[in-house]
Each structure stands twice: as structure tokens, then as C-alpha cells.
């Protein structure tokens, strides 16, 4: 059965026919061309495949696409303009914080949402928050440390304004 | 919405049978109650309901004899959190485990709960995934019912023009089995008041912390009489037996009693005593009866510890006040 659902991906408009089946991560990947989403485990259990529905992280593997008509989406793509990184993917690749790159999208909208809900977060709530992505090259410390200078720049960025 | 329950059901009805052709999942959103009751009446055993879906998208999925999807993770009747007459407070199953963590009225009624939703899957999984699924999928292994079963709790379902209560524990049956009718969705859990100084602790042994099912758990709820030991204790174990367990052997051992080494070795091993476990994928039934007694002995000193502290800063601002 084919659904018709409206998404706003990265504060972009946009409509799919979905199987009443299929997962976000396939509409994002296969239908929205959106492939920086990565697939890791398929069950929920790796975080590659987070994305923000909604401004909360989740594993887009575990949701189906119909569910969700109307809500929104942000994926890596919509970190960053074009041609240049975010504040957080810049630090990402200052602290070392990426080698094989595959969970490097998922952690990055999981740091995101921590630093939604976090001003000035604890090293333990940012290790609490990217607790559901796993990283098997670098271990974590670097991304740790990447979203905590994420977080103190952008509180000097708050604080200036 | 008034609509709902029916021209969309024959379209559902219509398109099932072309399902059997070309392995076709109907879907259909609800946002009533009503409509959700009235839909299982006629195509119950034929629906899955989906609340947040967390659990479906993993492992085998049941579309061959489930083939109309009814997503009721819209249906606002589900999400609501009152406190009643009595001071019940009323917990609307379709609440994501995270939104049960973050409220405020929770944290003051039923801390318990929200420590055991706070230990469920990830954040990922957290964010997604209802109360109402994990009662609904009645896992042995689900962290909210140990929580809920030593909070006295009760489950209210919804039925076509009817409603029926549990005790949480009585609505169980079997492992993935529950009391549910064909036509029946769970609506809420009623978690009656309790008076006194509550201490709680909920733990659960698994694979990693960040993101894992049970292979056991430990839910324990308790008032603290005195300085020193615990009154009205309540103690639950979780992926230890077809079904969740409350343990009276454990609670006897601890009622009234302070909270020494030898008192809590004693609880422990009245807990692997009483636990029933099985080997399985997670883990074998050897470790599961081992690490109950472990989780339990952890949760307890933690207690103990917590305890010695608050009587320590009440002697010390006793002190204070005479010196003044």
C-alpha cells in the first residue's frame, strides 16, 4: 500500500509514495538522496542511521516513514552551507574525531541534540547522549571533547550576541 | 476525524485482499481512541498496532498474519498524565519513554518509573519508543514493568464501549502474552499515592549501558521508617521468569531490618533463590540467577549508603541548631 507523506527534510518541502513498510532511512537515503545518513545494524542498535525527527534524536532504521507525515527532519546534510562545515564538523575534524567516517553522521545529530537541550553540557551528559552510537576506530574521547568545544563556542557566540 | 474508523477500513479491507497477491501492508493512522477500538472490533486479528514502532522494525517482522499496520501514535487520548481522586496518578501509555522521564509530575509521583524508562534502549530508542509498547510486547525483559509492579500499579484498557483494570502483574500471561482482547489497546496505568519518604533504585544487568535489553533487572521500591532500615518494601525482577516476579522471600528478609552486610548478603540470596531463568540469546540462566543477587546487593548499599548520608547531615544540622 502506497502512502503519500509530506516531509520538511532540512527545512526543505517534500512529498513521497511510501510502502506502508518502508523506513525514514530508506525514504532519506533511496528516495530524498539524502546517503550521509548511514545504515549501520539495521536494528537500532549502532545509532548510524540518527537523524532529528523532530528536534529528537533518532535511529532512523526503527521508524516507519508513514508515521511520520509532517514532521521534520534534519539530517547531516542539513549541517553547515555549502562548501564549508559546521561549527560542530569543524571541531570534529580539529579534535580528530573522525577515521573511518561511518558513524560520523549519526554522532554529529546526536551531539546536536545534546546541545539543543544542554546550554553548557557535563562531559557525562554528552557521553549519556551519544551513548546510543557506537564508534569502533577512534573510541570516544575526541568526539567527547569536539562537542564540548562545540558547546563552550557557541555559549561565547551566545554571551557576545 | 469523525470519519476515521470508516471509509478508510474499507479501503483497508479492500487493499488487504489484494495484499495476499503482491505481500501488501495496509496502513491506517488513527487519532481516536474510539476509532482504534471500534477498528480492532472488526479487524483486530488481522492489525498490528503501532505507537511508536521501535520494536517492529527489528528482527522478523509479523506482516504475514498482521497485514493492516494502524499507527496510533497520534491518538492524544493516550498521552495524557493526571493525578485523580485518592491521588491516583493516571500515565497515558502512548507517553514515549523519554517524555516519562522529562515530567515533571512523574519525577514527583512515581520516581521509580522514570528511572526504569531512563534505563530502556538508547536515547534513539527513548525517544521513539511508548510505555504502551512495552507492556504491549510483554517482554519478560521489559524495564517498565518491574517499576511498575512494585508501584502498585494498575492498567486500564480500552475495549469497543468498555473499559477493564489489571493488577499490572495479572494483565501478564506469558512471555510476549498479555490479557488483551482482540479489540482492546491499552489506555493507562494508575499509580495509586504513597505516603512517606520513598527510596527506590532500578538496575539491570545487559550488554552495554548505552543502549541494551535486559538480561535480568532489579526493581525495588521501599519507605524509609526509620534512620536506618525500610518499611513496605517492594522488590521486582525483570527477564528471570516467563513473567516479571514480585519477590515477597526478598521483601520479608528486608522489612523493618537494618540495612547491614549480612542483612543484604541475605536478601541477595534469597533473590537468586526465588529468580527462574532460562538460557537464551542474551544470556544463560546460570549468570541471570548470579547477577539478580548482584544488582540487588548493589542497589541496597547504594541505599544503605544514601541512608548513612542523610542521617549524617541531620545529626550535623542538630548539632548546629543547639550550638545556636
Redesign the interface.
Do not use: E, H
Given at each position: 500500500m502506497k502512502i503519500t507523506v509530506r516531509l520538511q527534510i532540512n527545512g526543505a518541502e517534500a512529498r513521497f509514495e511510501v510502502d506502508s513498510t518502508e523506513r525514514l532511512v530508506d525514504t532519506l537515503r533511496e528516495k530524498a538522496g539524502l546517503t550521509g545518513t548511514k545504515v549501520g545494524c539495521g536494528i537500532g542498535e549502532c545509532g548510524a542511521c540518527s537523524v532529528l525527527l523532530d528536534g529528537k534524536v533518532v535511529s532512523a532504521c526503527l521508524v516507519l516513514t508513514a508515521q511520520v507525515d509532517g514532521a521534520k527532519v534534519a539530517t547531516v546534510e542539513g549541517l553547515g552551507k555549502a562548501g564549508e562545515l559546521s561549527d560542530l564538523q569543524g571541531a570534529f575534524v580539529r579534535e580528530g574525531a573522525i577515521q573511518c567516517g561511518y558513524c560520523t553522521p549519526g554522532m554529529l545529530m546526536a551531539a546536536e541534540a545534546i546541545l539543543a537541550r544542554y546550554r553548557r553540557p557535563t562531559t557525562e551528559q554528552i557521553r549519556k547522549g551519544i551513548s546510543g552510537n557506537l564508534c569502533r576506530c577512534t573510541g570516544y574521547a575526541k568526539i567527547v571533547s569536539a562537542i564540548r568545544k562545540t558547546a563552550g563556542r557557541r555559549a561565547i557566540q551566545r554571551s557576545g550576541r | 476525524m469523525k470519519s476515521e474508523g470508516g471509509p478508510k477500513k474499507q479501503d483497508g479491507k479492500q487493499?488487504r485482499k489484494r495484499?495476499r497477491a503482491h505481500v501488501?501492508?495496509?496502513?491506517i493512522?488513527l487519532t481516536l481512541l474510539e476509532a482504534v477500538t471500534e477498528f480492532l472490533w472488526s479487524d483486530g486479528p488481522e492489525s498490528l498496532l503501532?505507537p511508536g514502532?521501535?520494536d517492529i522494525?527489528?528482527?522478523p517482522?509479523p506482516?504475514t498474519d498482521k497485514h493492516i499496520?494502524i499507527?496510533i501514535?497520534q491518538v492524544t487520548e493516550l498521552k495524557k498524565v493526571t493525578v485523580g481522586a485518592g491521588g491516583v496518578l493516571s500515565v497515558g501509555v502512548g507517553l514515549t519513554h523519554?517524555e516519562i522521564v522529562d515530567h515533571p509530575v512523574i519525577r514527583r509521583r512515581a520516581r521509580l518509573l522514570q528511572l526504569a524508562c531512563g534505563r530502556v534502549?538508547?536515547?534513539?530508542?527513548r525517544?521513539?519508543g511508548t510505555l504502551g509498547g512495552n507492556l504491549g510486547n510483554a517482554s519478560p525483559a521489559g524495564d517498565s514493568i518491574p517499576a511498575l509492579a512494585c508501584l502498585d500499579a494498575r492498567v486500564v484498557v480500552a475495549g469497543r464501549s468498555r473499559r477493564r483494570e489489571f493488577d499490572l502483574l495479572s494483565f501478564f500471561t506469558g512471555p510476549g502474552e498479555t490479557a488483551l482482547q482482540v479489540d482492546e489497546v491499552i489506555e493507562s496505568v494508575q499509580i495509586p499515592e504513597r505516603e512517606g519518604r520513598s527510596v527506590a533504585f532500578f538496575k539491570k544487568a545487559g550488554q552495554r549501558?548505552?543502549?541494551c535489553c535486559s538480561k535480568a533487572s532489579v526493581a525495588l521500591l521501599a519507605r524509609r521508617r526509620s534512620p536506618k532500615s525500610l518499611s513496605d518494601v517492594r522488590v521486582a525482577l525483570g527477564a528471570v521468569a516467563p513473567t516479571v516476579l514480585r519477590i515477597p522471600e526478598v521483601e520479608q528478609v528486608l522489612e523493618g531490618r537494618r540495612l547491614t552486610p549480612a542483612v543484604i548478603r541475605e536478601a541477595a540470596e534469597a533473590c537468586s533463590r526465588a529468580a527462574n531463568p532460562i538460557d537464551d540469546i542474551r544470556s544463560t540462566a546460570d549468570y541471570r540467577r548470579q547477577v539478580v543477587g548482584a544488582l540487588l546487593t548493589e542497589g541496597l548499599f547504594e541505599i544503605a549508603d544514601h541512608m548513612q548520608l542523610l542521617e549524617q547531615r541531620r545529626r550535623s544540622a542538630k548539632r548546629r541548631g543547639r550550638r545556636r
Open positions: - | 487493499r495484499r501488501m501492508v495496509a496502513f493512522k503501532i514502532g521501535s522494525l527489528v528482527g517482522r506482516f499496520l499507527d501514535s523519554q534502549g538508547s536515547i534513539q530508542i525517544n521513539r549501558r548505552g543502549m
